[in-house]
């Protein structure tokens, strides 16, 4: 599954009356990986130096002068990343360091590699599978990677984790989640629930 880290950038801009970078440093937090910034890509979002890139980055906060006619003393930045199924998070943090040039100090501030693929096979998918069957009829589950980290990623060592969902959202409704007034249909969340009974009584 895929995991999640910001990226924070920060970096000194010194010089009379010339915007001369110097010292300039950025911190990595590692649950992400891959920190493809936004001038590394072009316009249609593809990286310039045509090198596959599997991993999701965007910035969450940047900082610098204090107005728009002020040169900055100093300049940081924030990235979120992700790490593709199949790679290391310090794989991620050399392209980064790689992307962003010598001059830039690269440091992870929190994160980790992503958890081990969840078997699609078991007593436990099996479970899984018989609760969907009993709570959704007709709904298959599917494997898919999971962009967002959760604490299951603290259980992997016991045994596998399945990072299951069983709400139906709509479009609105996705578009809601982590947001003000965040909701879902009671009659979703009512079969959500049904799903759990089902599952614990397989267990």
Known sequence: MAHGAPTRAAGDVRGPGAARARDRRVRVPASAAHATAAAARDAHGQRRDGRDDPHHAHGDAAAGAAAANVLPESASAIVNLRVAIGERLDDAVDDIRRLVGPDVEVEVLTGGDPAPISPASGPGWEALVAALASSHPGVLPAPYGMLGATDGRHF??????????????????????????????????????RFYEELLRRL
């Open 156 to 193: 992997t060592g016991i045994g596998p984790v399945y990072r299951f969902f069983p709400f139906e959202l709509s479009n609105a409704e996705l578009g809601g989640l982590h947001a003000i007034d965040e909701s879902i249909r009671v009659s979703s969340y009512l079969r959500g629930l």
